[in-house]
Nanobody, 116 residues
Framework: VQLQASGGGLVQVGGSLRISCAASGSMLNIISVGWYRQAPGKQRDFVARIITSGGSTNYADSVKGRFTISRDNAKNTVYLEMNSLKPEDTGVYYC??????????WGQGTLVTVSS
């Protein structure tokens, strides 16, 4: 699976941004697609994921109520709609996919900068 993240950029505090993750290759037995982020000098942290079968979602506590993950199966694309952005949301956002075998796939990341 190849993952291509896009849509990052510079946004002001309180603003909104939508980032995308386009998947290509074999999606067979891919059970979830999601996002992690890494702030400068910090570890990579979980943000959100969506289960491919059924569409249930999970979010980190820090983004609940502000971020929404969704998918377009026809386009093999997952979106992360980010609202009420805060400076602490700044970081490189990485798209991930996990296969039922336990194999993880990572995209190249897209930079989101929230300025105050």
């Amino acid at each position: 699976v190849q993952l291509q993240a896009s849509g990052g950029g510079l946004v002001q505090v309180g603003g909104s941004l939508r980032i995308s993750c386009a998947a290509s290759g074999s999606m067979l037995n891919i059970i979830s697609v999601g996002w992690y982020r890494q702030a400068p000098g910090k570890q990579r942290d979980f943000v959100a994921r969506i289960i491919t079968s059924g569409g249930s979602t999970n979010y980190a506590d820090s983004v609940k109520g502000r971020f929404t993950i969704s998918r377009d199966n026809a386009k093999n694309t997952v979106y992360l709609e980010m609202n009420s952005l805060k400076p602490e949301d700044t970081g490189v956002y990485y798209c991930t996919a996990m296969r039922a075998t336990g194999t993880w796939y990572w995209g190249q990341g897209t930079l989101v900068t929230v300025s105050s």
